[in-house]
């Protein structure tokens, strides 16, 4: 049962270049989310989606874009990179129904220098 | 929208000592609650929630919360901490209708010392 898997799990990226981040998961869940995770600032939402084909901004959407063609895998991607989007990025799926728990991934680390 | 609040960002705790972490939200509808833990370079996992009934909730491994609506807060607690519960523990609430994303507070180090 793999549950939510993240590619790749560590990059580094020079400032300016461009790179998608994939998650999938095989538990049909309607919701997946991005959240990137930093020192002193929990997780913050970058973008989320309630379902195949739709996709909704976050608290932090700014450089980043996303695309859920199919409802397993949910995109997230970075145009040009630059030195604060730094992170460790969490991708996380649920069933949409507000009592169930949200499951995660196991993080991508990425520098960008 | 809604909001969490975790007050302490750092808590150390001596091993077998008990520990409060504490969780207030903001939310103009009735949400869910949750606590989720991430271990070192891990991901985050389910700890315990509340969704409805006994406001008092327990997870598997001796932590428990307890819902307090009037006073918009989900404290974590446990009676007696282990240097395994060194982790970071995140507060984090939904909304009943669920077609809002699930929201984080900023997490609480919790550091057991030996």
């Known amino acids: 049962n793999a549950g939510v898997t993240q590619t790749p799990k560590f990059r580094v990226l020079k400032t300016g270049q461009s790179m998608t981040l994939l998650c999938a998961q095989d538990m049909n869940h309607e919701y997946m989310y991005w959240y990137r995770q930093d020192p002193g600032m929990g997780l913050r939402l970058i973008h989320y989606s309630v379902g195949e084909g739709t996709t909704a901004k976050g608290e932090v959407p700014d450089g980043y874009n996303v695309s859920r063609l199919k409802k397993q895998n949910f995109l997230l991607g970075l145009e040009s990179a630059a030195p604060s989007q730094t992170s460790v990025y969490f991708c996380a799926s649920s069933s949409g129904t507000g009592n169930t728990e949200a499951f995660f991934g196991q993080g991508t680390r990425l520098t960008v220098v | ?114």
Not at chain 2, 37 to 57: E, F, H, I, M, R
Not at chain 2, 83 to 88: G, K, L, P, Q, Y
Not at chain 2, 93 to 114: D, E, H, Q, Y
């Open chain 2, 1 to 114: 929208a809604q909001s969490v609040t975790q007050l302490d960002s750092q808590v150390p705790v001596f091993e077998e000592a008990p520990v409060e972490l504490r969780c207030n939200y903001s939310s103009s509808v009735s949400v869910y609650l949750f606590w989720y833990v991430q271990y070192p370079n891990q991901g985050l996992q389910l700890l315990l929630k509340y969704l409805s009934g006994s406001t008092l909730v327990e997870s598997i491994n001796g932590f428990e919360a307890e819902f307090n609506k009037s006073q918009t807060s989900f404290h974590l607690r446990k009676p007696s901490v282990h240097i395994s519960d060194t982790a970071e523990y995140f507060c984090a609430v939904m909304t009943f209708s669920g077609n809002t994303p699930l929201v984080f507070g900023k997490g609480t180090r919790l550091s057991v010392i030996a």
